[in-house]
């Protein structure tokens, strides 16, 4: 018996205690449908019985985690429901599901390959076919991330520190004027954070018009990037977007290339949702591109519908991640690898989240993952016929599963139609703008979403 059973239950206490959870999982799994998408839980009570939980005294884990499913059951938007068609949170596949659960048991310290060399060598592996998949020569790697924003600001500093030498050891004085990067007003806004995070400032970021449709416009991109550098500005790089996070639009990459290597700028992708289309031989051209990028962004916890907390950052240029995060120190285990996870990216300690991606990769192959992102395509493709049918414009021209839709001239606004579809418990969307309009975006996230959810929604939206 260990010296503390309720951290540490022998053997039979734990069986016990997996078996009633994947029997409760398992119902919430299934049961999902006829709950609420959208939160419902009196917030009030449940705050209440927070309180109560002062750890004075122990309590069964059993109990707790009855309490914890119970709660969140109505107390989240829920990913797993069918009528969920949300951000980009995906309901998660069932193998990443699997590999949390063997991640957690082993606990893997995967920051050093000395310390668990299956580990690293099984993300290593998979990053590498994902950058081979997405067009990156031979030898491009890379590593997990939590997520889309911790790829971004990996590819900033790479970018300033590609930019000047000095960078790593001097901050933003490395440069004889302001640094510059440039992404379009439709990316994803954690460039403002990460700008501050780097200390270049908010300020640094150009957000360069877009044309109307919502992508980068090329002419205003090369414009800002001549005024800037006669102003005495020092540009360091091109974010462009490969799927926005509000339209599923895609910036000219080739043209975003191009004048990235006229000015010798770092070239960085986010393609955080719509990189995965990679896996699909169908819709793949949509990214036509995406191979001249000096690094990108895909995350394994959009459209590749791993649990939350996976990003991925790839690059052709690996040897400047060794440049950009070298650290020695007396208490890291000595190694000849020289990169080991904590030298050569933003995290120390580190989650073997990559397993994730390779279990799902693994049981569903591109194939399977192809299907999945065709399967999402084709409902948005019916969701479209349905609205326009009844006289909703479709206002993102996107082949990805995203869809930005105005009401008829005499319907309510779209906030107002949002927060029915919201209230109703049976399908979940948001409002977003695009270029400037308010619209109701939905986004195919649930690979268990059928035709029948679609139409479900679109009953909902119609209601009046
Ligand atoms: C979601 C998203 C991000 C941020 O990624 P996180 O995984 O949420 O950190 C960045 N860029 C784009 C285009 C996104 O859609």
């Known amino acids: 018996m260990a010296i503390n059973p309720p951290l540490f239950p022998d053997h039979q206490t734990r069986q016990h205690s997996e078996a009633h959870l994947s029997h409760v999982l398992e119902m919430v799994r299934q049961r999902t449908g006829g709950r609420s998408v959208a939160p419902d839980i009196d917030l009030d009570a449940f705050r209440r019985a927070l ?84 067009g990156l020569p031979a030898g491009s790697g890379g590593h997990f991330t939590s997520g889309g924003a911790e790829a971004n600001n990996t590819a900033l500093i790479c970018a300033l520190s590609a930019a000047s030498p000095d960078y790593a050891e001097q901050g933003a004085r490395a440069f004889a004027g ?164 904590y030298v050569t990216s933003v995290q120390w300690s580190r989650r073997f989240v990559g397993l994730r991606l390779f279990l799902s990769l693994g049981a569903a192959g591109w194939d399977g993952y192809a299907r999945h992102m065709e399967n999402a395509i084709q409902l948005m493709e019916h969701l479209i016929t349905r609205l326009t049918a009844l006289g909703w414009t479709h206002e993102n021209a996107s082949s990805m599963a995203v869809g930005c839709f105005t009401p008829p001239k005499g319907a309510d606004p779209v906030e107002v139609i949002v927060e029915r579809v919201v209230q109703s418990g049976k399908a979940w969307v948001s409002v977003a703008r695009f270029e400037g309009r308010a619209v109701l975006r939905a986004c195919v996230t649930n690979g268990h979403s059928t035709m029948a959810d679609i139409d479900i929604l679109v009953d909902e939206i119609t209601k009046s």
């Open 178 to 341: 302001q640094p510059r990067l440039y992404a379009s007003a439709e990316s994803h806004l954690a460039w403002l954070k990460i700008a501050h995070m780097n200390g270049i400032g908010r300020t640094a970021v150009r957000l360069i018009a877009t044309d109307g449709s919502g992508r980068m416009d090329q002419d205003a991109l090369a414009q800002t990037i001549k005024t800037d550098i006669t102003a005495g500005d020092v540009p360091v790089m091109i974010a462009a977007t490969a799927g926005t996070t509000n339209a599923g639009m895609v910036d000219p990459l080739n043209a975003c290339a191009d004048i990235a290597k006229r000015h010798s700028l770092w070239y960085h992708i986010d393609a955080a949702w719509g990189g995965a289309l990679i896996a699909s031989p169908k819709y793949r051209a949509v990214l036509d591109g995406l191979s001249r990028a000096d690094s990108i962004t895909i995350d394994a916890h959009k459209w590749f519908a791993t649990t939350m907390g996976a990003g991925m950052f790839l690059t052709r240029k690996t040897a400047i991640l060794a440049q950009a995060f070298r650290v020695s120190t007396d208490y890291m285990p000595d190694s000849n690898v020289v990169d080991d996870y």
């Open 51 to 134: 309180a109560e939980k002062t750890f004075d005294r122990p309590e069964e884990l059993d109990t707790l985690i009855n309490w914890t499913i119970e709660s969140l059951k109505h107390g989240m938007v829920q990913m797993t429901h069918p009528g969920c068609f949300g951000l980009f949170n995906p309901s998660p596949s069932f193998a990443a599901e699997c590999a949390d659960r063997i991640a957690s048991a082993f606990n893997p310290q995967i920051c050093v390959w000395s310390h668990a060399p299956v580990a690293v060598e099984i993300e290593k592996h998979v990053i590498a076919h994902i950058a081979q998949r997405a």
